[in-house]
Nanobody, 131 residues
Framework: QVRLVESGGGSAPAGGSLRLSCEVS????????MGWFRQSPGNEREGVAG??????????YSTDSVKGRFTVSQDNDKNTVYLQMNSLKPEDTAMYYC??????????????????????WGQGTQVTVSS
């Protein structure tokens, strides 16, 4: 059974950095699609960044709201995907989730930030940015 476990959340001042981790277990290959989502109180869950693996290549992507500040990477030996968050803003405060998809639906740019594209989710980790 595939399981995703996030860690690394916490508090940071505006302008600070945090690195979130998402460990994937129960899947022996590189997951084709991995996404990072966030949800703040009163708002819908939104996709912010992710990656897809095709053959030996990995492609990362992010939304305009975090582009240049958030970076996705992976460590295949550790079966872990990371979200490095720099230049944090108070509006980045949210519960952050990682998600996985067995197919390559995220290759479609219109699908990669949609919740329904992903079929496995972690429990979330809270990020709080103070002004």
């Amino acid at each position: 059974q595939v399981r995703l476990v996030e860690s690394g959340g916490g508090s940071a001042p505006a302008g600070g950095s945090l690195r979130l981790s998402c460990e994937v277990s129960g899947y022996t290959l590189r997951m084709p699609c991995m996404g990072w989502f966030r949800q703040s109180p009163g708002n819908e869950r939104e996709g912010v960044a992710g990656l897809y693996n095709t053959g030996a290549s990995t492609t990362t992507y992010s939304t305009d709201s975090v582009k240049g500040r958030f970076t996705v990477s992976q460590d295949n030996d550790k079966n872990t995907v990371y979200l490095q968050m720099n230049s944090l803003k108070p509006e980045d405060t949210a519960m952050y989730y990682c998600a996985a998809d067995y197919s390559l639906s995220c290759l479609d740019s219109s699908s990669r930030f949609l919740e329904q594209t992903y079929n496995q989710w972690g429990q979330g980790t809270q990020v709080t940015v103070s002004s």
